[in-house]
């Protein structure tokens, strides 16, 4: 049994749509944060869900790691293949299925984009919501359970996925959820496999809940001189039930890097990007009591936008602040990582964080998803500077360990992958073990995605399955 022996039988399965070409392995071995590169044995595009049945099959046999690979956006590591052996490419599994246009779901292949389905979905007045900023494979966003931009209003891709087809470790394809909106019937697998990270098995198929394409949509930028005002400004909002469906934090350093990349004139303060959805009369409603509120919690120079282009704008040069921080500093890498607690500690955590950061001597603008606690620190390193880099990681730690301490999650939608697997103990006690136990269940011989979110297969269950 050997990866070289199940590459054979793949090649013979797959033809000439898998490759241990070194430019396709570099690709698929690379990370978007500061992990070290991870390259696959080889790199395979199925394109049926048979065809990706068959390969684990083969991979079983020959005992060959296998891991999902969407567009490689993931944080923490998720995508590479720190074991070797195939990484999956779901890129030629990129079809909108269908529409359901009176039921408001489509069913999707794994490699389609989010802007692509939100594309093909232009004509029927609907749209799927879930925005994590980069144009990340739906296939992906459902292993990592993406959240973003959008969640504080439509939720999360836990609550956006309504059934899934997928490929377990010995080739099995099973059918999870239904198209009807409530069930009551045994035990909910759909959630099971969303944000498992590929460790349970392959997703080749999605169900997924759309939505009404709001008829006005009204967005606002409003600046505030203390990180605490802008905050204080964010749970308010929340709890006097005003309906944001986007609000979200910048600090003043990454204000200066959007400035500077975007040319635009934002004051170098702390800033609330805050959008509303629904008739125009509600949404221009909504608008003007949080103008009101953040008047009163130290808002100011509000700008209003209601044009298309002009709410495009504002949004890309949101979802361009990582490239934009990135290169505030030339030459340095960039740790992500986030955290997540309940609103009313929100003030404590991002102002604890952002001290920390100020005493480090190391850039770490912070941005967020406030509406629902959310919010990520990008700390930038020099790659030549151990120190810059032990640093960073200690600030990460500290983070991490804060969340927990205000009863939060040390990742609110970045994932576990590598980063953040030496934190699941602190976080679920016992319940980590039980991780593992389902993970040896679904995947007795440990070669879906091994070495991320779950304990290690014990060695003699492993040797049970050989």
């Not at 590169?37 to 020959?62: F, K, N, S």
């Not at 059918?175 to 498992?196: E, I, Q």
Request: one cysteine or more; aromatic letters at 4%.
């Amino acid at each position: 049994m050997s990866v070289n022996e199940a590459l054979a039988e793949l090649s013979n399965l797959l033809g000439d749509r898998i490759s241990r070409a070194t430019a396709e392995r570099d690709h698929h071995g690379q990370s978007e944060s500061y992990y070290a590169p991870a390259l696959p044995d080889a790199v395979a595009w199925p394109e049926t869900t048979g065809e990706v049945a068959a390969l684990m099959r083969i991979c079983l046999r020959q005992r060959c790691p296998v891991v999902g690979w969407g567009t490689g956006t993931s944080l923490e590591g998720q995508s590479l293949a720190v074991a070797g052996g195939v990484s999956v490419d779901f890129a030629r599994m990129n079809r909108l299925i269908e529409i359901n246009g009176e039921d408001m779901d489509c069913r999707v292949q794994p490699g389609i984009t989010r802007e692509e389905l939100n594309t093909d979905l232009r004509a029927t007045g609907l749209f799927f919501p879930v925005d994590p900023g980069a144009n990340a494979s739906l296939g992906g966003m459902a292993a990592t359970r993406a959240s973003g931009t959008t969640t504080v209003r439509y939720g999360s891709m836990r609550e956006n996925v309504l059934g899934l087809q997928v490929v377990l470790a010995d080739g099995r394809v099973i059918h999870t959820g239904s198209r009807a909106r409530k069930s009551a019937s045994g035990y909910d697998l759909t959630r099971l496999f969303v944000g498992s990270e590929g460790t349970l098995g392959l997703i080749t198929e999605l169900t997924l809940r759309l939505h009404g394409v709001p008829e006005a949509i009204s967005t606002a930028v409003c600046a505030f001189e203390r990180i605490h005002d802008a905050v204080a400004t964010v749970i308010a909002t929340i709890q006097m039930g005003i309906p944001v469906a986007r609000i979200e934090f910048v600090d003043a350093a990454a204000i200066a890097a959007i400035n500077a990349y975007s040319g635009a004139d934002f004051p170098l303060t702390p800033h609330l990007l805050v959008e509303f959805h629904g008739s125009e009369q509600a949404a221009a409603e909504d608008a003007r009591r949080f103008a009101e509120l953040a008047g009163e919690t130290g808002g100011t120079g509000i700008r209003q936008a209601t044009k298309t282009e002009d709410r495009n704008a504002l949004w890309k040069m949101r979802h361009s602040a990582y490239h934009a921080i990135l290169a505030s500093r030339p030459g340095a890498r960039s740790i992500v990582t986030d955290m997540c607690v309940p609103i009313s500690r929100l003030a404590e955590a991002v102002e604890q964080t952002a001290a920390d950061i100020a005493a480090s001597g190391i850039p770490g603008p912070i941005v967020g998803h406030v509406g629902d606690g959310n919010f990520h620190a990008c700390l930038l390193v020099k790659d030549e500077s151990p120190a810059e880099m032990a640093t960073a990681k200690a600030l990460a730690h500290r983070m991490a360990e804060r969340a927990l301490a205000l009863g939060g999650t040390v990742t609110g939608e970045h994932g576990v992958g590598i980063g953040k697997r030496t934190y699941m103990k602190a976080e679920h006690g016992e319940g980590w073990q039980v991780m593992g136990a389902i993970k040896q269940a679904f995947d007795p011989a440990g070669i879906l995605n091994p070495g991320k979110l779950v304990p290690d297969l014990a060695p003699h269950a492993q040797a049970a399955v050989g």
